[in-house]
Every structure is written in structure tokens, then in C-alpha cells.
């Protein structure tokens, strides 16, 4: 059975799902359909690698309209920064300082959107998960692929 998602996702996130949707369909889905239509007119398309090869992609491009289209129906927007009597919420911005004394900032987020090397971390992760309802000076424990490790809440 599949994990369940969570459906929030920030303003931003959302901005940047319809801008991927709105380029998919405008731009990249066109531009592929030439491509195809361009190869289709070279004769034998058995044999054709750009034909092949641009159906293939204009699949893969309608597979992801059809998702993001599922997707942007589901989620909810949260607008209002969620950071309350001092406590990591969605939206927050949290500051961890781990066992070694470095600082890491993140940002709890939907699993839409998450990106670790931006410091956006999907609440479903097993860090977004610990940091939540947590305040300042929590500690949180976070089982890791290479071992568990004990994060320092600096601030919120």
C-alpha cells in the first residue's frame, strides 16, 4: 500500500506547479509535436529514432500534464505563514544545529515541493515529521539511512 501525502503545499509551491503545468503545455508539448510531425514526414517511421524518440517523449510530457492537473485539484493552499506560540509548523522556517555544532535552516513544506539542497523539506520526511509542533531548544531524534542523529532546535 502507498504512503499517504500530505496535500498542503506553499504559495509558492503552488506558483511553481502551474508555472511546470502552464510550460508543459504551452511550450515544451507544441514544440515536441512538431518534432514528431517533422519526422513522420521523412518516410518510414519503424526506423525513425527522432519519430520514436518524440512520441516517446510527447507521452512522458502527457503523463506529467495529466498528473500536475490531478495534483494542483488536490492540494490545498496554505497562505497564512503557520508559525504560532513559537512552534515548527507548515511554512515555518526552522534552525537546527546538529551534534557536531552545524547549522542547518529549513523550511517544512509539502512533499510537492520538497527540495533538500534549498533547505525545502517535505513534512512527510522523517526530519519534517520530528521538527513539527516542536519549539526552540527541542530536541529531536531523526533515524537517518546512515544512522540516527540529534538535532538542536535554535529557533523558529
Known amino acids: 500500500m502507498s504512503e499517504r501525502h500530505s496535500d498542503h503545499i506553499t504559495p509558492e509551491g503552488e506558483a511553481r506547479l502551474r508555472g511546470e503545468l502552464e510550460r508543459l503545455w504551452k511550450v515544451d508539448r507544441p514544440l515536441v509535436t512538431r518534432e514528431v510531425k517533422a519526422a513522420a514526414a521523412q518516410g518510414d517511421r519503424s526506423e525513425n529514432a527522432e519519430y520514436i524518440y518524440g512520441k516517446k517523449r510527447l507521452r512522458e510530457i502527457d503523463r ?27 511554512s515555518a522556517w526552522v534552525t537546527v544545529e546538529d551534534e557536531e555544532g552545524g547549522e542547518t535552516r529549513y523550511r517544512l513544506v509539502g512533499p510537492d515541493e520538497s527540495e533538500a539542497e534549498a533547505g525545502l523539506i517535505s513534512i512527510d520526511s522523517p526530519i519534517g515529521r520530528a521538527l513539527l509542533g516542536k519549539r526552540a531548544d527541542d530536541e529531536v531524534s531523526v533515524q537517518r539511512p546512515k544512522g540516527r542523529i540529534t538535532y538542536t532546535i535554535l529557533s523558529v
Not at 65 to 87: F, H, N
Request: glycine residues 4%; without cysteine.
Open 64 to 90: 506529467r500534464i495529466r498528473y500536475l492537473q490531478k495534483r494542483l485539484d488536490q492540494l490545498v493552499v496554505v497562505r497564512e505563514p503557520v508559525a504560532r506560540d513559537g512552534r515548527a509548523l507548515f
